[in-house]
């Protein structure tokens, strides 16, 4: 605004005459953007090893000895998170032999991995899992419901599966992979709902890759088991327990991390069939 006056001395007031403001130019933004993602996708593409057990080409973020310091480190607090080890040496006993064996007897023994087994106390959370460089743990809510050793061998294969398919150094590389390219949109955008709606689809690209890691240890561990001498069949089984204790309150698969209980036992079954073409022998411990 400017102050004019009218011949008779009163004021008035005129608007200034202002120039719009240029318009800033994207490309430099989007070229820099266009550098992040190349160098995301140059990263990622570079950090690929072969495994021998599962035959595959995977794309890794960490060396062995990172996985099992990761490991180590996460150890305590996991183990407080479940009220620490359960004081019962004759059931520490039982998930040792059995896991040592499930180890020592098939293809996940010919890899450089030390495992460790951990019976937690949680009485609530019925679980299993395990952490990248080999170690394996399950709660005394789920072995309380298992009803046969061989189940018991189906658990911990499963979880002896994660760690020889490197599961936790694959998410870590592409979860570095979708934050990279999160950050381009930002960059790319200017906008923080853009970054956003790109993060989402990210998390929900990473639960896919998720559920796949469910199903190849789903495969892993009937092999290993099957190589240790239980019956594979007792997995379908752990997945009746695991869908009872969930009281049907799973989330639609396509947003949980875990896939249904049906393609649970569908792999299984076909990993089965591709362990024994013939049919599953007798003498096999159930």
Known sequence: MRTLYADDGRA????????????????????FALAMVAFAFFSYQCSTEYNPVTGEEQ???LTPHQEIALGLQALPEMM????????????????????????????????????????LA??????????????????????SKLETEGQLAGVLGHEVGHVVARHGAQRIAKQQLTEGLTGAVLVASGSADSAR????????????????DELQ???????????AGYDPRAMIGVQLILADSSGGEAPPEFFSTHPST?????????????????????????
């Open 59 to 61: 794309h890794i973020a």
């Open 122 to 143: 949680d009485p609530r959370t019925v679980n299993a899992f395990a952490l990248p460089g080999g170690q394996v743990f399950i709660t005394y809510a789920l072995l």
């Open 80 to 119: 407080a998170q479940h009220g620490g080890e359960l004081r019962d040496p004759r059931l520490q006993a039982l998930v040792d032999a059995v896991g040592r064996k499930v180890v020592a007897a098939s293809d996940a023994g010919k890899t450089d991995w030390q495992f460790d087994f951990h019976l």
């Open 262 to 286: 049906g393609n649970r036992v569908k792999t299984i079954e076909e990993a089965i069939r591709a362990v024994f073409p013939g049919g599953v022998p007798e003498g096999l411990t159930p």
């Open 12 to 31: 008035y007031y005129r608007p200034m005459r202002t120039s719009p403001a240029p318009r800033s130019n994207p490309w430099p933004r989007i070229l």
């Open 217 to 227: 240890s789903d495969a892993l561990g009937v092999r290993f088991m099957s190589q």
């Open 197 to 212: 709606m790109a993060q989402m689809v990210g998390q929900m690209v990473n639960m896919s890759y998720g559920r796949e």
